[in-house]
């Protein structure tokens, strides 16, 4: 994975930003800020953008290529649209990376590092960046709960329509093969007395 500066002309956003709704929380003067803190990762296929377990400040967005979200060895999801924001949490919660972000194709993301847009924009200094900065990440995830609850919708329906569409099954008694019995010795502790 390369990494470079990200260089931009004042005012004139890439149209892969202009496709993310989210970020018209930021005014233009804003997000130019936003962009010059930003890094492009240029990914080969297997390259980790986000390693799971890790710690990490940025915020990325994918602006071409396919990535896949695992946790541990399972594919949780894939990031396949232009735009798409992902690692928004981090902002947040300060925590580590609870899956990893994999590229699936060759692709190239838009790296946002907070802790500098921290640096440059301090909380008591420029409350307004910040509040669009959150404002942006509660958009994000916002969107991620709608899609989610749609998707679980989806599923609640077809496992209803399954459960339907199925007939019970009927439970068959199954014969239970019979045991020999244990011969029973007398409390005497003699051998039982076979009858010719």
Same mark, same amino acid.
């Given at each position: 994975?390369?990494?470079?500066?990200?260089?931009?002309?004042?005012?004139? !956003?890439?149209?892969?930003? &202009?496709?993310?709704?989210? %970020?018209?929380?930021?005014?233009?003067?804003?997000?130019?800020?936003? @962009? !010059?803190?930003?890094? @492009?990762?240029?990914?080969?296929?297997?390259?980790?953008?986000?390693?799971?377990?890790?710690?990490?400040?940025?915020?990325?967005?994918?602006?071409?290529? =396919?990535?896949?979200? /695992?946790?541990?060895?399972?594919?949780?999801?894939?990031? +396949? #649209?232009?735009?798409?924001?992902?690692? =928004?949490? *981090?902002?947040? !919660?300060?925590?580590? /990376? %609870? *899956?990893?972000?994999?590229?699936?194709?060759?692709?190239?993301? @838009?790296?946002?590092?907070?802790?500098?847009?921290?640096?440059?924009? $301090? #909380?008591?200094?420029?409350?307004?960046?910040?509040?669009?900065?959150?404002?942006?990440?509660?958009?994000?995830?916002?969107?991620?709960?709608?899609? +989610?609850?749609? &998707?679980?919708?989806?599923? =609640?329906? =077809?496992?209803? @329509?399954?459960?339907?569409?199925?007939?019970?099954?009927?439970?068959? *008694?199954?014969?239970?093969?019979?045991?020999?019995? $244990?011969?029973? /010795?007398?409390?005497?502790?003699?051998? $039982?007395? &076979?009858? #010719?």
């Amino acid at each position: 994975m390369k990494e470079f500066a990200y260089i931009h002309d004042e005012k004139q !956003n890439p149209s892969p930003l &202009r496709a993310v709704p989210a %970020l018209s929380s930021f005014s233009d003067d804003q997000l130019d800020d936003v @962009l !010059n803190s930003s890094s @492009l990762l240029q990914c080969e296929q297997g390259d980790h953008i986000i390693k799971e377990g890790s710690i990490d400040s940025r915020i990325y967005v994918l602006l071409s290529g =396919e990535l896949e979200v /695992r946790v541990g060895s399972k594919k949780v999801a894939a990031i +396949t #649209r232009i735009g798409e924001v992902f690692g =928004e949490l *981090a902002l947040v !919660n300060h925590d580590k /990376r %609870l *899956a990893s972000v994999i590229a699936s194709t060759k692709a190239v993301c @838009l790296a946002v590092d907070q802790k500098f847009l921290q640096d440059i924009h $301090p #909380r008591e200094e420029d409350p307004d960046f910040h509040a669009a900065l959150y404002e942006f990440v509660a958009r994000l995830v916002v969107r991620k709960l709608e899609a +989610t609850s749609r &998707r679980l919708a989806e599923v =609640e329906k =077809e496992l209803k @329509l399954l459960r339907e569409s199925q007939p019970v099954a009927e439970i068959k *008694a199954v014969a239970v093969p019979k045991l020999k019995r $244990p011969v029973k /010795r007398a409390a005497t502790g003699r051998k $039982p007395v &076979r009858r #010719r």
